[in-house]
């Protein structure tokens, strides 16, 4: 059973420099460093309070930089990607031990072609959350779908994923819909493209303002001040990372507990 989205995958130009920018800015832990000299592939795990990011750099700048894949964890990585590929999911990756030895996974893609990623691990890679003055949580992690149907078809009913709700973009004649599994919130915005479907990561913070300001101190530029979020709930700005994925801060109460 797939039981977790357990992280982000995004291709960086240069660890060395990306690393530091969530450390310094956001509060990033590094959880996990591993190297896979066979295909020259360096890969370090950051976690944001509680959720998990794996920044992959390849040697010979063969990938372009920017997010590349979701990663799930299941507990039967065999039956759980016999079951999709029989659902019609197109395959990219057999089950296979994993590059860096822990553990094995497999690749498949979504109705639009994002890869999704399914890990069976026996070994926990994850600490405690620790509060950080700026960032409270990460609220969402944005996907731009074609068909909403179908992304929730392939989301919720091949992953397991939960609908927590719709949230009604005024003037825009479309809603945003959030979902879970585990501690992480994938949002599906209907919005065709030929480009990046990843489309950022949203932040959640006390005040959008604030987090501005402390990303200026730092001696970063945000992308610009903050505005009144698009669904009317909340403020929100955004900073734009050393590979182009947009981070965004917004100050509004957990996805889980609007309306409640």
Do not use: C
Request: a negative charge.
């Amino acid at each position: 059973m797939i039981y977790e989205l357990n992280h982000v995958g995004i291709v960086v130009a240069d660890l060395d420099r990306t690393v530091p920018f969530y450390t310094k800015l956001f509060g990033a832990r590094e959880v996990w460093r591993a190297s896979i000299d066979s295909v020259g592939l360096d890969i370090v795990y950051l976690q944001i309070a509680g959720s998990m990011f794996e920044f992959l750099s390849f040697r010979d700048g063969s990938r372009e930089p920017g997010p590349d894949h979701f990663g799930y964890l299941t507990d039967d990585l065999d039956g759980d990607y016999a079951r999709l590929i029989a659902a019609g999911y197109e395959s990219v990756l057999e089950p296979r031990v994993s590059g860096s030895g822990v553990g094995r996974q497999a690749f498949v893609l979504d109705t639009d072609g994002t890869r999704v990623e399914l890990l069976q691990r026996d070994l926990p890679v994850r600490f405690e959350p620790e509060e950080h003055p700026i960032v409270a949580g990460v609220d969402h992690v944005a996907l731009l779908v074609d068909d909403l149907d179908r992304a929730l078809a392939f989301y919720v009913d091949g992953l397991g994923m939960k609908m927590l709700r719709s949230i009604a973009i005024p003037g825009k004649g479309v809603s945003v819909t959030y979902l879970e599994l585990g501690d992480d919130v994938l949002e599906l915005l209907p919005r065709p493209t030929t480009g990046q479907r990843i489309e950022h990561i949203a932040l959640r913070v006390p005040d959008a303002d604030a987090a501005l300001a402390h990303f200026v101190a730092e001696g970063a530029t945000p992308d610009g001040p903050s505005r009144p979020a698009a669904s009317g709930i909340g403020r929100i700005g955004s900073i734009t990372d050393p590979d182009g994925v947009i981070i965004e801060v917004l100050d509004r109460p957990d996805v889980r507990t609007l309306g409640k």
